[in-house]
């Protein structure tokens, strides 16, 4: 019997087994990372803004189900280069329709996961940011942070 | 594939006695639909004609309150009602209908001797023992006992094949610990505890053994008192029976020492303007309008079990535990947690790699399977065994061989959906 079903659509699992800019940001200057204790589903965010507002880079990683790591690529990839304002303005309604496929309660927490991880990743800067110019930071300073 | 041998009961008859087991799911316009496979009986099981009879039978001809009434309907609601804790305590070898407590489940019943003999017993440097297997229910309320009381809860380790590491209980029993509270059989991994040693061994050293029986007594031969445990939980969904009622064994002495629970109606001997005096057991655990009907449910539900047999249930379900390692081994990238099937009761959880529990309990719905994903309420265990979440099927007597090939069949298929490289190739 093939699998055919909305929810898993060639769209969403190509996010979900290609997904964008899975990985840690380059010169990050805001992270967040947040999770779904009823799934177990965690996202990390991690943004290099610049001076300016814009969102030069952003990437995310994470582990939990085809929904959760499948929207957050989707998310990352619609944010990246976006000015950090049109991102706070991004709603969760937005991020739901962003992925399109109709969702149960308990699918809409996995598929808002990354928004929710993303809303706060805006607002929190890391601790030793490095300025824009400078090189980038020793690969062990990021593996502590992640 | 060899084929198991049938069960000593009718198989085929009892499922008709179970009107959900014929469920077709997802049936639209242009598909017929597909029929239920009912795997997720280590949440709640179904119940059959004779359950639901019993309830509406009661609704219809037998209700009032109990214990209250000077009438023919308040005798019969009571009479029926005490006839099925009578049945309880039969059922799980206990020697008193006394020291059978109703309370509304599993999680009522711990909170019960959390709060009344923990609050009255426990004290600062006290040590509490769980194990690291423990449901969510046997967790919080000795956590919440630990901070009223200044007790400590300390946690027995399990091996990474998911068995109780008993060689690590004679260091963690020590002087200062007061209870052990254990599962009976581990609502994720299947693992069935020995209990006997265990409560030996507390004894030996002076503390009190809780069993949290939600997993066991639905599933096997019980005696509290080859047990010699002092409390034994249980829900009545879980074998068969209305939510809403479970069941509190304890030692007589323990039970009469206790002071009450919860206050109000019914667990009084009398009430005076300065105070009150507790009635005699059981109704002194039993305060308020007690789930008279879901006991008697759980009462029918017992007779029906008996009728089959619980030896001839448990013989079954470690067939199909069996089965399902056998059928499941051939799925590429599954692991299964917890100990082998001759260890196990008929529980199956497992981790798919490059798979979500969530995504494979999604679409084995699709095929009407339904399975458990997540942490099973059972987030320490899951970190201790270093997996987010897991998933799980667990069966019941009325379940068939051929629901477990459709399980292995869902899961190869799920897994071969996720290997893009073969998506993309077809």
Not at chain 1, 38 to 51: H, K, M, Q, S, T
Not at chain 2, 45 to 58: F, G, L, M, S
Not at chain 2, 331 to 349: M, N, Q
Not at chain 2, 377 to 393: E, I
């Amino acid at each position: 019997m093939p699998i055919e079903d909305e929810l898993y659509q060639e769209r969403i699992l190509d996010h979900y087994e290609e997904p964008f800019h899975r990985g840690q940001c380059p010169a990050a200057t805001h992270a967040h990372e947040d999770e779904n204790p009823l799934c177990g589903d965690v996202v990390r965010v991690e943004l290099a803004i610049e001076p300016d507002g814009t969102i030069r880079d952003a990437y995310f990683s994470g582990d939990g189900c085809c929904i959760s790591q499948a929207s957050a690529s989707m998310l990352i990839e619609r944010v990246n280069g976006k000015p950090v304002e049109e991102v706070k303005a991004f709603s969760g309604q937005d991020m739901l329709q962003l992925f399109g496929a109709k969702l149960t309660p308990n699918r809409q927490k996995c598929c808002l996961l990354a928004w929710r991880a993303l809303q706060s990743a805006v607002y929190s800067p890391l601790p030793a940011a490095p300025l824009p110019a400078s090189p980038r930071s020793d690969p062990a300073d990021e593996l502590l942070r992640g | 594939m060899k084929t198991a041998p049938a069960p000593a009961f009718d198989l085929q008859r009892v499922r008709s006695d179970f009107p959900i087991l014929s469920s077709v799911l997802h049936a639209t316009g242009d598909r017929p639909g597909v029929p239920l496979a009912y795997l997720d009986n280590a949440a709640t099981t179904q119940r059959p004609r004779q359950v639901i009879r019993a309830i509406t039978d009661t609704y219809e001809q037998h209700y009032a309150n109990v214990h209250r009434g000077i009438h023919w309907l308040s005798d019969q609601s009571t009479d029926l009602y005490e006839e099925a804790r009578s049945k309880v305590q039969q059922f799980i070898g206990a020697s008193t209908r006394e020291e059978i407590i109703f309370t509304h489940g599993t999680t009522e019943s711990i909170n019960l001797v959390a709060r009344s003999w923990g609050d009255a017993n426990l004290k600062a440097g006290d040590e509490i023992l769980l194990t690291e297997l423990e449901h969510h229910s046997n967790i919080v309320p000795w956590q919440q006992a630990a901070a009223r009381t200044g007790a400590s809860v300390r946690f027995l380790p399990i091996t990474d094949d998911g068995l109780l590491n008993l060689d690590a209980l004679d260091e963690l029993l020590t002087p200062r610990t007061r209870i052990v509270a254990v599962a009976a059989v581990s609502n994720v991994l299947g693992t069935v505890n020995p209990i006997e040693e265990i409560v030996a061994r507390a004894h030996a050293a002076g503390a009190l053994v809780l069993v949290d029986a939600a997993q066991s007594v639905p599933h096997q031969h019980t005696d509290v008192q080859a047990w010699g445990a002092d409390f034994v939980v249980f829900s009545g969904h879980k074998m068969l029976g209305p939510t809403g009622v479970g069941v509190l064994y304890g030692r007589r002495e323990l039970l009469e020492a206790m002071p009450p629970f919860l206050g109000g109606g019914s667990m009084i001997e009398r009430v005076t303007t300065a105070g009150f005096e507790p009635a005699e057991l059981p109704a002194k655990f039993e305060a308020g309008t007690p789930p008279i009907v879901s006991a008697i449910g759980l009462g029918a539900a017992i007779d029906y079990l008996n009728q089959i047999g619980i030896e001839a249930i448990h013989a079954h379900e470690r067939q199909l535990c069996e089965q399902a390692h056998e059928v499941l081994s051939t799925v590429p990238g599954l692991r299964f947690l917890g100990p082998p099937p001759e260890r196990k009761s008929g529980i199956v959880s497992f981790v798919m790699e490059g798979v979500h529990a969530h995504d494979i309990a999604q679409l084995l719905d699709r095929q009407g399977i339904a399975v458990r994903a997540g942490h099973h309420c059972a987030m320490p265990l899951h970190k201790r065994l270093k997996v987010n979440a897991s998933t799980r099927a667990s069966f019941y007597f009325y379940n068939t061989p051929a629901e477990v090939e459709r399980l292995g069949t869902g899961l190869a298929e799920i897994k071969q959906f996720f290997s893009r490289k073969k998506r993309t190739a077809q």
